[in-house]
């Protein structure tokens, strides 16, 4: 059983940055695909970004491409999501999500393991 636990929110002006990052304990991370997926009040999760288990191949929503970037350390058992050129439509609580598998998918019921979340708040 893998157990995640999401840090670095915050509240942040539009146009700013924050780097969220996602810690493993119980197991190694190093053999799950990895996902952000962020949900707003009275919406449903979105994918955000997504990246198998070796770090190789990535993939982003089209609202974040150019300005998200995923990544992994795996001796550290940690990912990451580092966001900039943030947008108010970007105010979300920000799930990490792990998935039984070397390969990263887009869909959220694909994913085994899930965090808690960390709030995104981006102000006008």
């Known amino acids: 059983q893998v157990q995640l636990v999401e840090s670095g929110g915050g509240l942040v002006q539009a146009g700013g940055s924050l780097r969220l990052s996602c810690a493993a304990s119980?197991?190694?991370?190093?053999?799950?695909?990895m996902g952000w997926f962020r949900q707003a009040p009275g919406e449903e999760r979105d994918f955000v970004a997504a990246?198998?288990?070796?770090?190789?191949?990535?993939y982003y929503a089209e609202s974040v491409k150019g300005r998200f970037t995923i990544s992994r350390d795996n001796a550290k058992d940690t990912v990451y999501l580092e966001m900039n050129s943030l947008k108010p439509e970007g105010t979300a609580l920000y799930y990490c999500?792990?998935?039984?598998?070397?390969?990263?998918?887009?869909?959220?019921?694909?994913?085994?393991?899930w965090g808690q979340g960390t709030q995104v708040t981006v102000s006008s």
């Open positions: 119980g197991r190694t991370l190093s053999t799950y695909a």
């Open positions: 990246i198998n288990w070796s770090g190789g191949r990535t």
């Open positions: 999500a792990g998935r039984n598998s070397l390969l990263a998918v887009t869909t959220a019921d694909r994913y085994d393991y």
